[in-house]
């Protein structure tokens, strides 16, 4: 090195390291880059210099001549890419937009509520016998991008899968009895609407929270589907208990039609897309970049047609009270799902994701069954206003913290 010229070489005649003391020299601030015959020389950046400089010894690689070659190129010539380059990196390109749809879902979201509201035909022929294909779709999507070692992981832990369940029916019941007093005791609205919140928070969780979580925490969105499948299951003498308990009706729930709801939306669906997987994993690939896109318009669909198909009630003189007491019921669903899971798996490694786990489970559920048994076993039909604007506020929600979460994470 020449402190007057300010250039520091590395030569290599016969070996391929060199040990310099770094204890006496001074880098320059301006490093030149030269050649000399039958040598290889190489710049060293100053940033992989100043890690070592408390240790003793620098260890410097150098390089061969067909790399020092390669630096040398013409200035005035230019670098001009192949055309099979160019063309696999448009391909690649739109790959990466298929890909990422995923990330305009909380905006289609809203697109198509407000769309709903305002032009309610564009979704009131997606009647609901839609339903159960549509829901389906997404749970093969997640199938597809799945393993089965995932699904026995999940089943793996069994306090995670617990604290889903006691957040589904128990926590919510408890908020929606809650926001049902206080809708009938604060606001003075009628006690059908009050019973109507109540019978949101007695249902099973949703599929679409496990989607959610595919979203966000993609290793995470099995365990999300077993808790949902086990809410689902039980529902069956749950649901009926919990609404003779806060509503004082029992509600004979179909055993045969919730078990037959969990076979065509969750359990062959899934089971398609993880044989699919394993037997056909190129075509799988090949079919990888369409599904965002096709989920996007699924997802759409569920969230504007059941406001559609019930404009009447949402838009009826309580539908605004009624629409900010289902916002403060699923936030609060949303935030308890979160903080329990974090006070008591703080030691976890995955706490994170465990948390936004739970609070999708926590906060979404099964809103069309709710409404469902509304309109089928009660004749006030303000009973069914509480669970349409449900299925619109906790669609909106869950895909707005989706859209928050994934941005946080990046």
Known sequence: MSSTTGQFLIQRPRFNHVFLQNNSFHIPKRVQFSVLPQCSYIPVPLSSVSQFRGSKFLECKCASEKVSESFERDPGQEFEPEPNQIVKQKKASIVDILKQSNSILPHVVLASTIMALVYPPSFTWFTSRYYAPALGFLMFAVGVNSSEKDFIEAFKRPDAIFTGYVGQFVVKPLLGYIFGIIAVTVFGLPTPLGAGIMLVSCVSGAQLSNYATFLTDPPLAPLSIVMTSLSTATAVFVTPMLSLLLIGKRLPVDVVGMVSSILQIVIAPITAGLLLNQLFPRLCEAMRPFLPPLSVLDTACCVGAPLAININSVLSPFGLTVSLLIVAFHLSAFIAGYFL?????????????????????????????????????????????????????????GFALVMIWAKKKE
């Open 341 to 397: 899971s974090g006070s008591l798996f703080h030691k976890a490694p995955d706490v994170k994701a465990l948390q936004r786990t739970l609070s999708f489970e926590t906060g979404m559920q099964s809103s069309l069954l709710a409404l469902a048994l509304a309109n089928r076993f009660f004749q006030d039909p303000l009973v069914s206003v509480p669970p349409a604007i449900s299925t619109v506020i906790m669609s909106l929600m």
